[in-house]
């Protein structure tokens, strides 16, 4: 019997991936619990399993006096109970051992064997999971709805795992079906006595950037680089009707000859379209990310044209002008673009109209029109230079760089704006999902 057990810890090795030893070492803690129990036990023990014949005998142990025996007690951290020795500091060639095996012991191991073992197997298998889901923080995993309520967590089988999505990471417009295929992204593995809580999200902007890493070869090359992901997820409008949410990524190509934004759109819109359809329609908007912040900011409000950006480095503010028939576009719905782009690129942005900067120019002191060092020498509509810094080894600033300076004799009546060149569609931000 003895030896069917080590042949039953050989085959659960094989097949669970336990280690042997483990199992050995949960054997004798389970031994040395059911020999406690017996009539006449006496009160330091030690089991021994001999790992070829399976025999297994247990030992009296007696220490000398200069052994604090009460300091390497062990206890059950729930129960209090005493389980058992802590032997790992004790040279043993010091402790008398005397073997003290019942003559039914062999009974008492086929009794309790079994049970211990198979919850030790359990605890193992959930000690794996856990060191296998904890390494596996912000990827991307599909499961299997099993359980959806609107006001709950929904239940997503992983295979080995039921993890869980929280009503704080689902997205407000969708239903998750019993037995819908979803993806999601882990953000957080939390370990409990039932094994390791698996915690999904439909919400991070981790999901984003590994849906593009899955669909879009020269990402997972690293060929191309997402910069950054600005997003909000669909929700309820007053009139209960769903939203569709939108979302703002800016890449950049780590390769010559790769356009960055040319292959997260992919041939005829086929990658981002796959995106898309993943995230249910959400809208998104691909940015050519730049250095230079008022190019960046610029396309970063993609799909309104701009004309003019003045930026504050110290204060990180940057003033928008659009022309006037593109200001509710610029802005967003309920201000959603405008607060992409400004979560995007990490700028304070106020959007304004022509007519309103003019408004607002019209209202200005100006000071000497010859400006400071190092200022832009672009002239804007009334006559006045622009207030931006010059770049380095230039008259003029980056929104200006094509700037062409008016005829001496139209000087004074330069009525025309240095513009920012209009983005076209291939170059200036890709943008695809539902209105």
Same mark, same amino acid.
């Given at each position: ?100 095996t019942p003559d039914d012991f062999g009974r008492i191991a086929a009794q309790t064997a079994k049970q211990v073992i198979l919850q030790r197997i359990r605890e193992a298998e959930r000690d794996l999971m856990y060191e296998e889901y904890v390494d596996r923080v912000g990827e ?15 239940l997503v089988e992983l295979g080995r795992v039921e993890a869980e999505l929280p009503r704080g990471e689902q997205i407000e417009t969708e239903h998750y079906d019993h037995g819908a295929r979803i993806k999601a992204v882990i953000v957080r593995v939390e370990e409990s006595a ?17 849906? *593009? ?118 802005? !967003? ?12 690129? !990490? ?18 002191? *100006? ?69």
């Amino acid at each position: 019997m003895s030896r069917d057990i080590i042949e039953a810890l050989r085959q659960i090795e094989k097949e669970k991936g336990i280690a042997f030893d483990a199992l050995v070492v949960a054997l004798e803690d389970a031994l040395l619990s059911a020999y406690k129990k017996t009539p006449n036990a006496v009160e330091h023990a030690q089991v021994e399993v001999d790992t070829e014949t399976g025999d297994m005998r247990v030992y009296e142990l007696i220490f000398p006096d200069h052994i604090d025996v009460e300091a390497l007690k062990v206890h059950d951290d729930e129960t209090g109970e005493e389980i058992g020795l802590d032997l790992s500091g004790v040279d043993m060639s010091e402790v008398e051992r005397v073997e003290v095996t019942p003559d039914d012991f062999g009974r008492i191991a086929a009794q309790t064997a079994k049970q211990v073992i198979l919850q030790r197997i359990r605890e193992a298998e959930r000690d794996l999971m856990y060191e296998e889901y904890v390494d596996r923080v912000g990827e991307l995993v599909t499961g299997i709805v099993q359980q959806s309520d609107p006001r709950h967590n929904t239940l997503v089988e992983l295979g080995r795992v039921e993890a869980e999505l929280p009503r704080g990471e689902q997205i407000e417009t969708e239903h998750y079906d019993h037995g819908a295929r979803i993806k999601a992204v882990i953000v957080r593995v939390e370990e409990s006595a039932k094994g390791p809580q698996v915690k999904l999200s439909r919400r991070s902007e981790d999901l984003v950037r590994k849906l *593009f890493e899955l669909e879009v070869p020269e990402i997972a090359d690293g060929l191309v680089e997402i910069k950054m992901v600005a997003r909000e997820t669909g929700y309820r409008g007053r009139d209960g009707k769903p939203v569709p949410g939108r979302c703002k990524i800016a890449v950049i190509s780590n390769a010559d000859g790769v356009d960055p934004v040319g292959a997260c759109v992919g041939p005829r819109g086929s990658r981002v379209r796959m995106v898309v359809s993943e995230l249910r329609g959400e809208r998104i908007d691909i940015i050519p990310y730049n250095e230079d912040a008022a190019r960046f900011v610029a396309k970063a409000l993609s799909p309104a044209r701009v004309r003019e950006v003045i930026v504050d480095d110290e204060e990180r503010n940057a003033t928008i002008i659009v022309p006037d028939d593109q200001l509710s576009l610029a802005i !967003g719905k309920e201000g959603q673009n405008a607060r992409l782009a400004s979560k995007l690129t !990490g700028w304070r942005i106020d959007i304004k109209s022509q007519q309103q900067m003019a408004e607002a120019e019209d209202n200005m002191e *100006f000071g000497d029109d010859e400006g400071v060092d190092g200022q832009c020498m672009a002239v804007m509509r009334t006559g006045k230079r622009c207030p931006n810094q010059a770049e380095p080894g230039s008259r003029y600033c980056s929104i200006h760089a094509d700037y062409v300076a008016p005829e001496p004799a139209a000087k004074s009546e330069a009525t025309a704006d240095a513009e920012v060149p209009d983005a076209a569609p291939d170059a200036g931000g890709a943008e695809q999902g539902g209105e």
